[in-house]
């Protein structure tokens, strides 16, 4: 499977999982990460078992994109990608807008 394939095939799942969810992706950001976002200092809610593994869909979706070069993305996921045993809700939304 090419690059493109996959990542046409990736955002394509994850739009899918989005709207059973009913969440949407930023359109634009001035930013990788929220301002002001410190993943370590998150303290909402863990997510469940669906949501756990979405998050973890997600980051290596993101980190596959940082390897087709998108590297101003690098220092946010790897940020979140420390969080993948035991992700919050907070490191999911802050997922979504990088």
């Known amino acids: 499977m090419g690059a493109q394939t996959y990542i046409e095939n990736s955002l394509k799942t994850i739009q899918s999982k989005l709207e059973e969810k009913g969440l949407v992706l930023n359109k634009s950001a001035s ?3 929220p301002l002001n976002y410190r993943p370590e200092l998150d303290m909402s809610e863990h997510l469940d078992s669906s949501g756990h593994q979405f998050f973890q869909q997600l980051i290596g979706v ?3 994109t940082v390897e087709l070069g998108r ?3 690098h220092n946010s996921v790897a940020r979140l990608s420390a969080h993948l045993a035991a992700p919050r809700v907070g490191h999911l ?3 979504l807008h990088v």
């Open 71 to 73: 590297i101003e993305i």
């Open 31 to 33: 930013s990788p990460c």
């Open 62 to 64: 993101l980190n596959w």
């Open 93 to 95: 939304k802050a997922a």
